[in-house]
């Protein structure tokens, strides 16, 4: 039988402090990095400019803003949105006892309340994918095949009625064996990787019209047909025109412009992680890894150039008051040694697909290297508590 020594120190190299299912980064107004649920406190990083600073006693360092009525954080499909004229971040999936409700974070005042939310038949928590619409503040959310709608209304705090998700409709594109990825921009939803639909064209719901356009459009690029993650860069106070995809393997980091119907490509994470969750202000893309690893790569909407040169690196002002899990990579784009994560992800309502050791070549000509995620590290550990 394993020592108690042996199996603790399994319990401590597989369990990660911070998980991308259970934490969740977003942006205030002002493009301040906020990140929740790490090391069970939450932060402000800062804007970009002050991302690259590794002394904790410097301005540059995040700030702690762990406060009462916050969520504990512990669910494993966590999402954070940002409701920009209210600069509010609602926080969807992070308390696993209240697993429907919305806690809302007034980043203005710095403080957390907890809206009631009605289920619908038929809505499932652990598999959704959702967007929050800019103009209308309504969610969005595909699940099990049905589009549904969640109206926030101008909420910056909780109120005491109770919110219902409303099931709008059967979804307008095929759904079966689709994990959705889907994005906002213009007051449109856009989804990548549909089955049937060619690689570099997305099919769209109009949300103010309610209505599914009848043909998938075209953006001029290559962007897989797969499945992958996809975030909006946000504009001072008007829609969204940019959206980044970034396809599970991790190769580019594609810009669909969707005023202009174009794609640009940009450098592929430097952490390869399947499970990992994105966020954007105007001119920054964060990637959350499973293992806790915060990144970003810089954009700038104007400047093709400048975004074909551009690297992701570290947000070290983060790291350096909540380090990530032990073991995991903190590279930069221009490493030439990339250590990747991908993991169990989450497949289609039909079934599900794991992540396997592996190595991959990406376009940069870099290696690759993929090894076991937060899914296999949490089994493990189940096993080690299993034989104590």
Aim: aromatic share 10%.
């Amino acid at each position: 039988m394993p020592s108690l020594f042996t199996l603790v120190t399994l319990l401590a190299l597989t369990t990660p402090s911070v998980l991308a299912g259970s934490s969740c980064v977003a942006f205030d107004t002002a493009w301040n990095l906020l990140a929740f649920g790490f090391n069970g406190k939450d932060y402000n990083a800062g804007t970009s400019d002050t991302w690259a600073s590794v002394d904790s006693s410097s301005p540059g360092s995040a700030t702690d803003i762990t406060t009462t009525g916050r969520p504990p954080f512990n669910g494993n499909n966590t999402k954070c949105y940002l409701a920009e004229f209210f600069n509010a971040v609602y926080v969807l999936g992070a308390d696993t006892a209240n697993i429907n409700d919305i806690y809302i974070y007034d980043a203005g005042a710095k403080n957390w309340s907890q809206q009631t939310i009605t289920p619908v038949s038929g809505f499932d928590t652990s598999t959704y994918q959702a967007i929050l619409d800019h103009d209308t503040n309504v969610f969005y959310a595909l699940s099990n095949g049905e589009l549904y709608s969640l109206n926030m209304g101008t909420l910056a705090s909780a109120q005491s009625t109770a919110i219902p998700w409303v099931d709008q409709e059967a979804a307008g594109i095929t759904t079966t064996n689709y994990n959705p990825t889907m994005a906002i921009a213009q007051n449109h939803i856009y989804f990548f990787g549909v089955p049937g639909v060619a690689a570099g064209s997305a099919p769209i719901f109009v949300i103010h019209f309610e209505f599914w356009q009848t043909d998938a459009q075209s953006y001029g690029g290559s962007f897989p047909d797969g499945h992958g993650q996809a975030t909006s860069f946000f504009l001072d106070s008007v829609v969204q025109e940019n959206i980044a995809f970034i396809p599970d393997d991790g190769s580019q980091t594609y810009i669909v412009n969707v005023q202009f119907n174009t794609t640009e490509t940009m450098a592929g994470p430097s952490i390869v992680d399947a499970e990992a969750s994105y966020f954007a202000s105007e001119t920054a893309l964060v990637q959350l890894a499973s293992s806790g690893v915060v990144s970003w790569l810089p954009f700038s909407p104007n400047d093709t150039t400048t975004n074909s040169a551009a690297k992701w690196s570290t947000v070290q002002s983060l790291a350096t008051v909540a380090p990530p899990s032990s073991g995991s990579s903190t590279g930069s784009g221009s490493s030439a040694s990339k250590t990747a994560t991908k993991g169990a992800t989450s497949g289609a309502s039909t079934g599900t697909s794991t992540g396997s050791s592996s190595t991959a070549s990406g376009s940069s000509g870099a290696t690759r290297q993929v090894v076991w995620g937060s899914g296999i590290a949490l089994g493990l550990a189940t096993v080690a508590l299993t034989l104590l």
